[in-house]
């Protein structure tokens, strides 16, 4: 019989690392299967929480961010590309990719995970397709609603969150918990509450961590 796996995912849906770390996590619980009963959770980071709506080309930004040239993000997209396609996910970094305030991202996913963990997983995965794989900002309200009824939501009931300040309390609450706990950078991945794994790690990792959460007592 499977066992129950909590699993809570600390992230931002304009971090790289986060949909890697996302996608092999995904791809160990497949091979997973029969072992695991598992339930993601995910939790609000914002990588940019000052970021202004109109936003900011990512290249500039990284630059200025970590000092580095702009050869070196190039170097450091085209590392997380391969990683990416070795995971079955496209990334497709443009020289006009844009960084993006989440804060309203959060909330609509905030929302999404009332409605039911599964759902909350299909608005992830749908919005870490739309910033990394087409180039879309992920706080605009229309692709948004889009998104919440590609993946069974209620586009109309997404609409009246996004236009109103429904979650944001629970959202700054939330960020503030998991900074209190330690995390302060992404994706911060716990298990049961108690075993953290933090970054993009291979598949084989993310097996290994859950077998050997599974053989310790309870």
Known sequence: ???????????????????????????GLEQLNGEVEAEIHFHPFE???????????????????YGISEAQVAQNQ??????GAELGFKFDFHSDSR???????????????????????????????AYFSHNLNPSDRALLC???????????????????????????????LWQQRGVSSVPAIVFNERYLVSGGQPVETFVKVIRDLLAQPA
Request: with cysteine.
């Open 99 to 129: 960084k993006w305030n989440t804060f309203d991202t959060h909330r609509l996913l905030h929302w999404a995970g009332e409605q039911g963990s599964d759902k909350q997983l299909a608005l992830k995965l749908a919005l870490f397709d």
């Open 47 to 65: 990588l940019t929480p000052d970021m202004p709506a109109e936003g900011e080309r990512v290249i500039p930004y990284l630059c200025n961010k």
């Open 78 to 83: 085209a590392q997380i590309t391969e990683r």
């Open 1 to 27: 019989m499977p066992v129950k796996l909590r699993i809570d995912f600390v992230s931002d849906v304009m971090c790289p690392w986060c949909a890697v770390g996302l996608h092999s996590l995904l791809l």
């Open 146 to 176: 889009d998104l919440a009824g590609q993946v069974g939501l209620d586009a109309g009931e997404a609409g009246r969150v996004y236009d109103t300040d429904r979650y944001a309390e629970e959202v700054r609450s939330e960020e503030a």
